[in-house]
């Protein structure tokens, strides 16, 4: 391979390491959008076939219960062994019998037609009542016998001749009205189902798949061909290309749901995903192409200048590479060699710029220790200022100007005083107490707080204005953007080896994502953050009771926009004992 030039070895990483792999994983790729689609196909068929079960199911459910009242009716029993002396007795009885207790069923929208036999001869044929020797030869009633169940459902084609007008499909749910035992009089419930009602309701929910329910090789239902109702059913030839078949058993008989192949095929379903194909192939061949010629270009053209430079030392003269470019080996060589070239100058500069450093240090230096006399005296200068102020505005009878100025003198002294990071609880308390006082000079009725700190509670040791921080950030973003009176409620108790403390607002609170960002921020925030985390006291404050306790303790944050936000500090109580 040394003896290969870099664009011969460039092609044979090109075609070994860039074709040859792509063209087995875009195989791979292709077999799993292949994989995929069958296996989406398959979950649909699946769903569409369940839909088709469980409509059926509630269907014939809805009927069946119907069908019940009409099992347990004693009246229903009574008017049916009754012996008639004449048709017209039997009339006025089932005149009668329907204004008392109709043969309606109530909710039965798929029910198209109701009908009782009974072993009868006194009975009349008409309406919702026939002699039970009027079935003997029909379909339906042969059909319930072969089957030997007390309840089951037959489907039969019924011709103009059958006591009907017209010639059409039925489902019939037929059922033994056997409950009172003692009956000689044996009586069959037939409730027949909207078959058309039925079918269009497959319709809906095929989305346009191929569906045949089927009973054996009888079919039931179709929502494509096949599916005339006023035709004598069809049959299965075996031709059907069958995608996907779901059985189950429904009142004794035995059901198939079959969804026949689209006409679409997966690899027809695979052109939604031409795009993705085609810019496999465009990023597999030419960006590969493009891709080697720029590296080839880079390679050749950068060496070139290299080696031409070393001629030139070779020549007794010593010169740098002027476009010493890219973070690459050859790019560190030509910036080596420039240093090598520039040697004595770049000690020299280094020398220099040390010496430089080291006079800007020390006047930085000089300019902190100045910076901290001042820091000494203008506390001093302020805190003597605010109190001639609040002298003044007393004699002048100004109490209310007076108090604020008292409460900003606490705030100031308390946030200059830095002799220990760690202040008793109740202490930080009487801090958060007067800031607030002051937030309700500008607030007025806006603003209520209510403070809890037991007295067992007291004695434990916080960071400086941390419960102060969250306390001030609940009054700024919480009350500011709420014209309603807000409550600030502070709390702090000792539950188990915990201490819990609480800032609840009702103020305009924060949308989820900042309460999520908010909490991360809390949970995981390092020094580093304070340089970039908007919420800077937030963060201080976080780092602060982390390092106090060792990194046990919790936050939480829970907010909802126009209710208000709650915040949750837990501690484990060991870590803020008195300190000496």
């Known amino acids: 391979m040394n003896d290969f030039n870099i664009k011969k070895k460039l092609f044979i990483i090109y075609v070994f390491c860039v074709i040859i792999p792509l063209v087995l994983t875009d195989s791979i790729i292709l077999y799993i959008l292949f994989d995929a689609e069958k296996k989406e196909q398959r979950y649909e068929f699946e769903n569409l076939a369940n839909a088709v079960k469980y409509n059926l199911e509630y269907t014939f459910e809805e009927v069946v219960k119907e069908m019940n009242d009409v099992y347990v009716n004693s009246e229903i029993n009574s008017f049916l062994n009754e012996e008639y002396k ?49 079935a003997e030869n029909a379909e339906w009633y042969r059909r319930y016998l072969e089957s030997g169940k007390g309840l089951t459902f037959v489907s039969y084609y019924v011709g103009k ?27 069959i419930l037939r409730v027949d189902l909207d078959y058309n009602r039925m079918l269009r309701e497959l319709v809906q929910i095929s989305y346009g798949n191929r569906v045949y329910v089927c009973q ?23 031709e059907e290309s069958v995608a996907y078949k779901s059985s189950f058993e429904m009142y004794g008989q035995e059901i198939d749901v079959l969804i026949l192949k689209s006409q679409s095929s997966v690899f027809q379903n695979l052109e939604k995903h031409v795009r993705l194909i085609i810019f496999l192939v465009v990023a597999n061949l030419l960006l590969p192409v493009i891709m080697v010629s720029m590296v080839n ?99 002048q009878g100004e109490e209310v100007t007076a108090g604020m100025i008292e409460k900003l003198a606490i705030l100031e002294r308390q946030n200059i005083n830095w002799a220990s990071d760690h202040v008793r609880m109740a202490e930080e308390m009487s801090f958060v107490e007067a800031y ?33 921080t969250f306390v001030e950030n609940a009054c700024v973003h919480g009350m500011e953007k709420k014209t309603s009176t807000c409550w600030i409620y502070v709390r702090v108790y000792l539950k188990g080896p915990l201490l819990y403390i609480e800032i609840e607002d009702t103020g305009s609170g924060m949308e989820e994502a900042a309460v999520e960002k908010m ?23 976080c780092l602060r009771l982390k390092r106090i306790s060792g990194g046990n303790v919790q936050f939480s944050l829970e907010s909802e926009e126009g209710v208000g936000t709650f915040m949750t500090i837990r501690v484990e109580s060991d870590y803020l004992q008195m300190k000496e």
């Open 86 to 134: 004449n048709g017209y007795a039997f009339f006025a009885a089932s005149v009668e019998f329907s204004r008392k207790a109709p043969l309606n069923m109530p909710g039965g929208y798929n029910i198209s037609n109701v009908v009782i036999y009974a072993d009868n001869d006194t009975i009349v044929n008409g309406g919702h009542f026939y002699r039970l020797s009027e």
């Open 161 to 187: 001749s059958d006591m009907s007008a017209l010639s059409m499909r039925r489902l019939s749910l037929v059922r033994r009205l056997d409950y009172f035992k003692k009956d000689s009089c044996e009586k």
């Open 216 to 238: 054996g090789d009888r079919i039931l239902f179709s929502n494509g061909e096949h599916s005339g109702s006023r035709e004598d059913f069809h049959t299965l030839t075996g």
């Open 297 to 395: 270009r880079s390679f050749t053209r950068r060496l070139w200048e290299l080696s031409a430079a070393f001629e030139q030392i070779q020549e007794g003269t010593l010169q740098g590479i002027e476009n010493a470019r890219g973070k690459d080996e050859i790019g560190t060589l030509m910036r080596n060699y420039n240093r090598m070239a520039k040697k004595m100058n770049d000690l020299i500069l280094h020398v220099y710029k040390n010496r430089l450093e080291k006079q800007e240090i020390e006047l930085a230096r000089q300019n902190a220790e100045l910076l901290a006399l001042h820091s000494q005296i203008n506390p001093h200068f302020l805190f003597n200022v605010l109190e001639s102020i609040r002298m003044r505005s007393l004699i």
């Open 436 to 468: 607030l006082e002051l937030q309700q000079y500008r607030f007025g009725n806006r603003l209520r707080y209510e403070i809890d700190l037991p007295a067992d509670c007291a004695d434990y040791y916080i960071p400086k204005l941390t419960l102060t």
């Open 519 to 541: 909490n991360e921020s809390m949970r995981n925030c390092t020094i580093d953050d304070i340089k970039e985390n908007e919420h800077i006291g937030i963060i201080n404050a």
